[in-house]
């Protein structure tokens, strides 16, 4: 762990830069008509929205590499850097930029439903990777989007092969229960072998050991990842370390607008606070207000900084 002011202190994020479409509805959604709906296009993808996260908690230098298409490349890194994170994107020749379109249902605790097409962000290969990245970096982290097709999963063992070669801490976000189930379980654990810290959602830690209770399921993949963090949304985050259970972090209240993104706010604030010298816990616990701010507005990414959400934040 580095702590403030004592060697690297940079966090590169690999993942999945997208953007998104929220359609926010309140009424059900009824075939063959229309439904009124609050429609915006915003930027997003679980690895950008985790390193802007991160950059917002305060981590100082954050960058990401992610693949975008042309279509759309300028406006997502002029939005990456305009959040603090130093975006290394590279251009697909072919592929258009993935879009997911986010459909949430404000009259259901806004549960959110995801249409993907993730066009060039999984299209990363280990031709847009280096270890030079790691230079100047305490902490690498993979979204898990990248183990969903052979090129990410390919540029994912290089980079997870060259931050062991280093001694830099990786951790890695599951990403999605839907794609976790048509994929092959065991092969995900085995490509992410080696990972100091696993982050799934409550869905995907049940998927990844087929057990129905939460904390049973942090237990075991924690005799597998030395640290398990599993978030379960209103009822908060369970962390495991070592085969053993060590608590609960409370979920922080907050008035519910739109859940997208919520997770990847707690993935980026744990991994700033991690990198600030928190311990795990207490790293949790940031993760938790993290997600309630993020719960509380339209989106995967920060809102512009103000007064109310910087005291929230601590």
Request: zero cysteines; charged letters at 20%; a neutral charge.
């Given at each position: 762990m580095t702590e403030r002011g004592a060697g690297p202190r940079g966090l590169l994020v690999v993942g999945d830069v997208v953007t998104d479409i929220v359609a926010r509805h309140r009424t059900a959604l009824v075939p063959g008509t229309d439904t009124a709906a609050a429609i915006r296009t915003v930027p997003g993808g679980a690895g950008a929205n985790v390193a802007c996260w991160a950059a917002r908690w305060g981590c100082p230098d954050v960058r990401l590499l992610g693949r975008v298409g042309a279509d759309a490349a300028a406006w997502h890194e002029e939005a990456l850097t305009r959040a603090g994170v130093r975006p290394r994107l590279v251009v697909d020749p072919s592929a258009p930029t993935g879009t997911v379109i986010c459909l949430v249902d404000g009259a259901?605790?806004?549960?959110?439903?995801?249409?993907?097409?993730?066009?060039?962000?999984?299209?990363?290969?280990?031709?847009?990777?280096?270890?030079?990245?790691?230079?100047?970096?305490?902490?690498?982290?993979?979204?898990?989007?990248?183990?969903?097709?052979?090129?990410?999963?390919?540029?994912?063992?290089?980079?997870?092969?060259?931050?062991?070669?280093?001694?830099?801490?990786?951790?890695?976000?599951?990403?999605s229960a839907g794609f976790l189930a048509e994929a092959d379980v065991e092969r995900f654990l085995s490509a992410v072998d080696g990972a100091e810290t696993l982050l799934p959602s409550r869905g995907e830690a049940e998927l990844l050991t087929g057990l129905p209770d939460p904390a049973d399921a942090a237990v075991k993949l924690s005799r597998r990842f030395p640290a398990v963090v599993v978030t379960s949304g209103a009822e908060g985050a369970l962390v495991a370390r070592d085969g053993e259970l060590l608590g609960r972090a409370a979920a922080v209240p907050a008035r519910v607008r739109d859940s997208t993104g919520a997770g990847d706010a707690f993935t980026g604030a744990f991994l700033a606070a991690r990198l600030g010298g928190a311990e795990l816990r207490e790293a949790v616990a940031e993760g938790c207000h993290a997600g309630a701010l993020a719960v509380e507005q339209v989106g995967g990414r920060p809102p512009e900084e103000d007064e109310e959400s910087a005291a929230l934040r601590g």
């Open positions: 259901a605790a806004a549960e959110r439903t995801f249409l993907t097409d993730n066009g060039a962000s999984l299209r990363l290969s280990p031709v847009d990777w280096s270890p030079d990245l790691l230079d100047g970096v305490a902490r690498l982290h993979l979204s898990g989007y990248l183990f969903f097709a052979e090129p990410g999963r390919a540029t994912a063992r290089a980079a997870l092969a060259a931050a062991r070669a280093r001694g830099v801490p990786v951790s890695v976000d599951p990403a």
